[in-house]
């Protein structure tokens, strides 16, 4: 099974990306181990191109697929079943330590979910992270202080403002936050082990931990007020928007309840009563799972910065270049996209607007972009209030400024 | 007999012999009178007939017509219909019959094949001014207590938004002409609906039901049952109240009513 595995594209264990520049921005490690394609994918991506990844985020981690360097977005997942990540606050302990003295590689399953997955993480001999939440997972890298310092960064700022859901995770089980004398902090559980339990005595050497900085701070806002006047979602106009990029042109698609980002037009009908199906090679959030929206301007940008992911089929690159200049700030539970565009400030205003329409009038359906969202998404559900129904504040855990750019090159315009 | 006879029975010996019986006797007797209460209130509840029900729509002021041969009507055809007028609003009222299931008689050599299930349903209609284009309001489906119907075969979606959000989150209105859901769907109508007791008796159809419904020149409900009054007059009046809350164009003018007729209890 091992010698099927096919070449890594990239040295598994670098730490690359944004980190540590933008320090809140996702850190990406990529690892040996086995991609899964859907049967319907394998014509159009072959597991050579595909390569298992680490990737650790503000409030959670997964194991994700990266091609060229990207990570590829994970799938929706069923009714019922969560998204394929873990939320820090459930994580027990991220030791640094090296593994050695295995005849074969420790391997790991980490996630069941839809869509391309990963279905087996490696872990060889050598320096790598342990990871505990009810199961171990070692993450081999060649820098594991330095993630496990990140990770442990990460967990005390959950254990401080909440993240994705903490909640849950402390509601279960409580001694996985404590209370220290500079507030909360995050603790290790009962019965937590000493050494990893699936490894025999002697195989894995800790090392020392580097002493952990303070973790970043959360969002301070009210959402803006409600518009005087709520157009009937049939006024709204859906538009698309061709954004400047160096590699192929990229649109973003505004419509009454959702916004897209594709290569291809991807304009359908209006959604009033049902929605089109969204095409797969598109990147899309629906407007009820944002938070944030925000016009702002970059400054000190380096040419060769830019966002960069694959869509759920792997074939789409969406790539947003930073630029200097005008750009739109988007900030969800599961989505952060910054948008260089000179036009941020109307589009903010406009997607502002159609949020409050998209909550006032929303789909039907179940499935439908809202009640989807804020059945899956607690977070995100319209709060009553003695004025009417409003759009939810932004988590105390929501960024103060865009991840994906260093601190200081964002300036709010409003 | 002779009353002198009975002055000379041993009336003391005797009532002191039949008295371990007299619990017995009274619980029999009991017995009796709840099973003649019982028969008396199924037979009510089940068999309606038609000489009673004309005799009691009669006393209203309402014609009653019974169809001959009402057993073996195709599923979905009109069987008996009443129709009049209350509360200076013309009214028709008919009863069908739908399908509803399947019982089979597995350990039944006789009946193998097992039965269809009928349910009875009775639609009270209104006329309205004008024609209107087709609008359902009925319940969403919760998702709590079904959740597999709700999210697996979606019966909630493909309704119109009124933008009033508690109606929204506990109706669905179904109609493919946006402008009559703005002009019908104000907060008047839907404060109303939320608000009345029976609304719920009418636009729940997790059964045979189709809710509250606006076709052509009507405005309809449906509920489960016979053609009784007891269940048509409370259906008419929830629907002549619903009439002073839509749009003034819709409603009809206003008619006498017959009079009653002579000699009814």
Redesign the interface.
């Known amino acids: 099974m091992t010698a099927a595995r096919p070449p890594s594209p990239q040295p598994a264990g670098v730490l690359p990306g944004l980190w540590p520049w933008c320090p809140d921005a996702p850190l990406v490690v990529p690892v040996d181990g086995r991609v899964r394609i859907p049967r319907k994918l394998r014509q159009q991506v072959s597991e050579e191109d595909l390569q298992p990844a680490f990737i650790l985020e503000l409030d959670r981690l997964r194991f994700g697929v990266l091609r060229d360097g990207a990570p590829v977005e994970p799938a929706q997942p069923k ?1 019922g079943h969560g998204p394929p990540m873990f939320p820090l606050a459930g994580v027990r302990v991220a030791e640094p330590g090296t593994l050695r003295g295995r005849d074969k590689p420790f391997e790991f399953r980490p996630h069941d979910a839809d869509g391309i997955r990963v279905q087996e993480v490696a872990c060889t001999n050598g320096p790598a992270v342990w990871l505990r939440s009810m199961h171990d997972w070692f993450v081999t890298t060649t820098a594991p202080q330095q993630l496990a310092q990140e990770i442990e960064r990460r967990r005390r700022r959950v254990a401080r403002l909440g993240g994705f859901a903490a909640n849950e995770v402390w509601q279960r089980a409580p001694s996985l936050r404590e209370t220290g004398p500079d507030g909360p902090r995050p603790g290790r559980g009962r019965d937590t082990p000493d050494y990893p339990p699936s490894l025999t005595h002697g195989v894995w050497q800790p090392m020392t931990a580097l002493p952990v900085s303070e973790p970043s701070a959360g969002i301070d806002a009210e959402p803006p007020g409600p518009p005087s006047e ?1 157009p ?3 006024r709204l106009r859906d538009y698309e928007i061709v954004l400047r990029s160096s590699g192929p042109p990229l649109r973003l698609t505004v419509t009454a309840r959702r916004l897209l980002l594709s290569q291809d037009p991807v304009l359908g009908e209006p959604s ?3 929605e089109p199906p969204v095409p797969p090679s598109a990147a899309t959030v629906p407007l009820a799972a944002l938070h944030v929206v925000r016009a702002g301007r970059l400054t000190g940008m380096s040419p060769r910065l830019a966002q960069r992911w694959f869509t759920q089929d792997a074939r789409s690159e969406i790539r947003l270049d930073r630029v200097d200049g005008p750009a739109l700030w988007l900030w969800g539970p599961m989505t952060e996209w910054l948008i260089c565009t000179p036009d941020a400030a109307d589009l903010a205003a406009d997607i502002r607007l159609r949020q409050w329409v998209s909550m ?9 972009p809202e009640r989807r969202t804020w ?1 899956d998404l607690p977070m995100t559900r ?1 709060v009553d209030t003695g004025e ?2 409003t759009l939810p504040p932004p988590p105390a855990y929501a960024p103060a400024s865009p991840t994906v750019v260093p601190p200081g090159a964002w300036q709010p315009l409003d | 007999m002779d009353p002198n006879l009975l002055g000379s029975m041993p009336l003391a010996a005797g009532s002191s012999n039949l008295a371990p019986f007299v619990p017995i006797a009274a619980l029999v007797v009991l017995g009796i009178v709840g099973r003649v209460v019982v028969r008396s209130r199924k037979g009510h509840n089940t068999r309606v007939r038609p000489g009673d029900l004309a005799e009691r729509y009669r006393a209203a002021g309402v014609h009653y017509t019974s169809p001959p041969g009402g057993f073996g009507t195709p599923t979905g055809q009109p069987l008996d219909h009443v129709e009049g007028i209350r509360h200076g609003v013309r009214f028709t009222a008919f009863r069908r019959t739908e399908q509803t299931g399947f019982t089979f008689h597995v350990n039944d050599p006789n009946n193998s094949m097992g039965e269809r299930n009928f349910t009875s349903i009775v639609r009270v209609s209104i006329p309205l001014a004008q024609a209107v284009p087709p609008l359902r309001i009925t319940e ?1 489906t919760d ?1 709590e207590r079904d959740s597999y119907r ?2 697996v075969s ?1 019966v ?6 009124t ?1 009033i ?1 508690e109606f ?1 989150d506990r109706f ?1 209105v179904r109609c493919s002409d ?1 402008g009559f859901v ?1 002009r019908i769907m104000g907060p008047e109508l839907a404060g109303w609906l939320r608000g009345h007791h029976r609304t719920t008796a009418y636009t729940d159809v997790s059964g045979p039901l189709s809710g509250i419904e606006f076709a052509e020149n009507t405005l309809s409900v449906e509920q489960c049952g016979h053609l009784e009054p007891d269940l048509v007059f409370p259906a008419l009046d929830f629907l002549v109240e619903m009439l002073s809350k839509v749009p003034p164009e819709l409603v009809p003018p206003r008619e006498a009513a017959a009079p009653p007729a002579q000699g009814a209890p």
């Not at chain 2, 909630?156 to 938004?161: C, L, P, S, T």
């Open positions: 009714i709520l009937y979602p049939e009033v009563v049902t006032r009038y929303p789909i039907s359906s179940d499935l439908g059945y319209p009417g129904r | 969403r998702k709700a999210f979606d909630n979606a493909g309704a119109v938004a933008g959000l929204d669905l946006l703005r």
